[in-house]
C-alpha cells in the first residue's frame, strides 16, 4: 500500500531543525504540487536547488531515511532545473515509493495549514507550535492537530462471491462498500451501517484486516472483511449507488494497482480463490 515503502524508512517524530542543502522543499499550490525532471519519473526538488528562498521560512514536516522533508509556503524565486507545478493526483501512478507518499503526505499537512490560518474558535491569526506538529491560537489556546478523517472499506463474501457497488461518484467501475466514520460508533458498527445502507445487505464476523493512510482526501482507511448473514437480496440506496452485485471471482475487476485498501482486499480475495490478483 501507499505508505509501505521499506526499505525506506518513515519518522514523523516532531522536530524543528532547519534544512540542509540535500533535504527535501515541498511546494504545492492548490492541487498541484511542485516537481522536478520527467513526467514520468518526476522527482523533489532540494533546498540547495531552491535559491531565494530563506532556511527560515521553510516549515519542517517529517524525515525519509535521514532526509528532512520541508514545506515551503512560497514557490522558490527561481524555479529548480525543469521544476513545474504538477497535479498531485499524478503522484498516485509513479513508480517511485518514496517520491509518491512524501508528495501526497506532504499534501495533506499543506491543506491542513492552509485551512487553519485562523482560529475557528476567535478568528486570531495561529502559529504553529514549538513543541508538537500542532497550529496554536496565541489569544485563546485552541490547539488544532492535523485533520485525519477515519473512513472504513469492507470485503463482503457471500462463499466465494464479494459484494461490489458502483457508486454515481465512480460509476465506470465496482468498488467495495466504503465510508466516513460517524460521530458516536465504533469502525466495526461503520462497516455494518455503510453495508446496510448502501446494499440492504446483513453482514456478520467483520473482521480488521488493516489500516492505512489515504492522505489524498485526508482519510485513515480501515480495511475489515465480513460475511453475508441471511438473505443474499441487494437494494441499492438510491443516493448513491447506481448497483450492487454479488461478484464471482471470475467477474471481479482486477484491480490496477495495489497502493489502496481497496485494491489489497480485492488482490487478497481474488488469490484466496485461486485467482492472480
Ligand atoms: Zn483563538
Redesign the pocket.
Known amino acids: 500500500m501507499i505508505h509501505d515503502i521499506a526499505p525506506h524508512r518513515f519518522d514523523n517524530a516532531f522536530s524543528s531543525r532547519l534544512p540542509a542543502a540535500t533535504d527535501v522543499v515541498l511546494y504545492y499550490e492548490g492541487d498541484r504540487v511542485l516537481l522536478c525532471g520527467a513526467d514520468d519519473a518526476p522527482y523533489l526538488p532540494c533546498f540547495g536547488d531552491c535559491r531565494g528562498i530563506r532556511a527560515d521560512a521553510l516549515q519542517y514536516l517529517f524525515c525519509i531515511d535521514n532526509i528532512g522533508y520541508f514545506l515551503a509556503e512560497a514557490l522558490p524565486a527561481v524555479l529548480p532545473a525543469s521544476g513545474s507545478l504538477r497535479p498531485v493526483a499524478q503522484l498516485r501512478t509513479l513508480a517511485d515509493a518514496v517520491v509518491k507518499f512524501a508528495g501526497v503526505t506532504g499534501a495533506q499537512l499543506q491543506r491542513w495549514r492552509e485551512s487553519n490560518r485562523y482560529?475557528g474558535?476567535?478568528?486570531?491569526p495561529m502559529a504553529a507550535s514549538a513543541h508538537e506538529r500542532a497550529l496554536c491560537?496565541p489569544?485563546?489556546?485552541?490547539t488544532v492537530y492535523p485533520k485525519i478523517s477515519p473512513a472504513v472499506i469492507v470485503a463482503v463474501t457471500d462463499g466465494e462471491k464479494l459484494l461490489m457497488v458502483r457508486t454515481k461518484l465512480y460509476p465506470q467501475r465496482f468498488s467495495l462498500v466504503a465510508g466516513y466514520v460517524e460521530v458516536g460508533e465504533s469502525l466495526e458498527q461503520a462497516v455494518a451501517r455503510e453495508v446496510l445502507e448502501e446494499t440492504g445487505v446483513r453482514i456478520a464476523n467483520i473482521r480488521y484486516f488493516a489500516s492505512q493512510p489515504w492522505s489524498f482526501s485526508d482519510t485513515m482507511m480501515v480495511g475489515f472483511t465480513a460475511e453475508l448473514t441471511g438473505e443474499s437480496t441487494t437494494a441499492p440506496q438510491e443516493s448513491e449507488i447506481t448497483e450492487v452485485r454479488w461478484l464471482t471471482p471470475e467477474q471481479v475487476p482486477v484491480p490496477d494497482s495495489d497502493i489502496s485498501m481497496g485494491g489489497t482486499l480485492i488482490r487478497r480475495h481474488l488469490a484466496q480463490n485461486g485467482l492472480p490478483g
Open positions: 482560529c474558535r476567535c478568528g486570531q491560537c489569544a485563546c489556546g485552541n
